[in-house]
Structure formats: structure tokens, C-alpha cells
């Protein structure tokens, strides 16, 4: 059986430890995989300070685990060599929730490009830069001669993040984690970018884990789930059987706090968000 891509064993993260004092766990003993094939969209789900933020930056590599494992392709990133951590972050990339802060707003937005192909050595000369930032930008809808000298502030936020997802995209990686990617940008312009990363996947076999709080954006994208609630995994397994079918408590009060796009119903945003361990599916 393959090794899976990218994979958390019992990751656990306490912040404040000291002596005689217990800390904050807020994250206990999550475990995830992220299959070689066939590509996914793995949705981390759940409400603010359920620790999705937290597990972003432990695969990432921005903070360390109190215990427990990231493993990319069988070995603790925590382990890894000088080189074979340069080699991971080519290989699991980032789109993060702000488009707009990580852009620098003194360069136009081709500087994203030409740092990643500069740093990496992708290429040869001026003009295979050239063709390979076009190549990159097709692939989410965009034309260089439309964005490439613009400033940031000159684009949409669908545009910046669009880009954001095609700067990692020229990087071929194997996965890109991707930290509310659309919660952000103008729902109009949402399909764009949902759309950028369903091709990603299909065309070119790249998985996503999609950190989300929201649920409809799950549905319509994900292949599977996991819903944190308090640093623990309540439920876990096909995003579409999760919602139409929750069996965890806490689930089902979040899929029954969604609006009902009805006039003649009423919305009742309070909800009694005590979940349980009991029930939890397994993909």
C-alpha cells in the first residue's frame, strides 16, 4: 500500500506548558492523510478556534508539535535535512486567506513570479520565464498582458488570489494548502477560484487541503472532510456524506446554522455547540 502524500499522526499542540501549569491544548491527537492518487480536495472544517489555523502551520512547517508526527511521504518534516525541507516546501505550497497582504504594494505583481522561478532556477532566460508565467496564469483564467505590471491594488481580490494559486501551481506541487482561500473575495468571484482548484486536481493531480469554515463551499468542491471542534476530530469521510448525513452532534448544529436561502423562513443562529466523541465516521 502507497504511503500517503502528506500525513498527521496524533499531532498535539499546547500552548503556556510550565511548571504547574497545564497549558492550552489546541490540538489533540489529529490524525489526516492526503492520498498519492487520486488527487483530492480535503476540507478542514469547523468555527473559529476549533484549531484549523494551528494544524495549517504545523504541515507548514511554522510551528513544532507539542507531540505527534507531520510526515511527508513517510518522514517527520521535523527530521528532514536543510535540503529535503527546501524540497518540501516546493512540494506542499501555500495559498493563504488574504490575498492582498502578501503582495508587496511598492512592486507590480509579476515580482511573485519572478522570485519563485529566481529562487528555484526554473528557468533558462527572460523568454521561458515569460512563457512559463503565461502557461501558469492560463491555467486560472488569467492573461499576463491583462495583470502582469499591474500593482496589487489595482486588481480584484479574485485576481490576487487567482495568482496566488498559480505561483504555487508553477512550483508542480503535490499539495497545496489552501486557508480560507474564498472567505475573502466577493461571492461573484468565489466560482473562479473554487473552479481554479477543481482543475488543479483533475488536470494535474494536485490535492488541496481546503481550510473552511464554510460548509456550501465544502460541498461543493470537497471529496472528503474532517470537522474540528476544540483541537479534536469529531468527524471524518466523504464531504458529501458528512452533509447531507451528519452523525456527530456538533455537525449537525452547524449544517442546521446555515441560512436558508427562503424569505418565509426564519434564522435561528443560536445553537448549542456541545459535541461529543461518539459517532465519528472514518474515510
Known sequence: MALPILEAINATKVYGKGFRKPGTTVLKGVNLAVPEKPAKIIAIAGESGSGKTTLVQSVLGFIRLSSGQILYRGKDIAALSKHEYVEYRRRVQAVFQDPYEV???????????????????????????????????????????????????????????????ARAYMLKPDVIVADEPVSMVDASLRAAILNAMQRLRDDHGISFLYITHDLSTAYQICDDMYVLYHGEVVEKGAAIDIIERPTHPYVKQLIASIPVPDPAISWNSAADLQGTRENQRTI
Do not use: C, W
Open 103 to 165: 503582495y508587496n504594494p511598492f512592486y507590480p505583481v509579476r515580482r511573485i513570479f519572478d522570485l519563485v522561478i529566481k529562487n528555484f532556477k526554473l528557468t533558462k532566460d527572460k523568454k521561458e520565464a515569460r512563457e512559463m508565467i503565461e502557461s501558469v496564469l492560463n491555467v486560472v483564467g488569467l492573461r499576463g498582458n491583462e495583470v502582469l505590471e499591474k500593482y496589487p491594488h489595482q486588481l480584484s481580490g479574485g485576481q490576487r488570489q487567482r495568482m496566488m494559486i
